[in-house]
């Protein structure tokens, strides 16, 4: 298994997409006041969605509709939290950039829907 991951760059193919969907999802926060912070490594990253982007408070009510409406648009996405409100983005190694960037526009699409 290790040989594979070297041989094949998988961490630096990870790092590399990684950085796509991380720089596309810091373009949403721009956008959007209901996401309050994007952290994680690679391509593993968490989403935290708020109702107030000062006060940080978890939007529960929010995630929960927005991830249903992502589902509706063609994308699913894990919602996890206890206290926060946070979609845990942890997409394949093989994924490809056009799927990251259909991603984000079905991210936005349900921002914009929603929020």
Request: glycine share 10%.
């Amino acid at each position: 298994v290790v040989d594979v991951i070297v041989g094949d760059g998988l961490v630096e193919r990870a790092e590399r997409l990684g950085d796509r969907l991380l720089h596309g999802l810091r373009a949403l926060q721009e956008r959007h006041e209901a996401i309050g912070d994007i952290r994680g490594r690679g391509l593993l990253l968490g989403v935290e969605i708020v109702t107030d982007r000062e006060t940080r408070a978890p939007g529960h009510e929010l995630i929960v509709r927005l991830t249903d409406r992502c589902f509706e648009l063609g994308l699913n996405v894990n919602r996890v939290g206890g206290p926060h409100s946070v979609w845990r983005l942890a997409p394949p190694l093989t994924i490809t950039e056009d799927e990251i960037d259909s991603a984000l526009a079905i991210m936005d699409q349900a921002l914009r829907d929603l929020s």
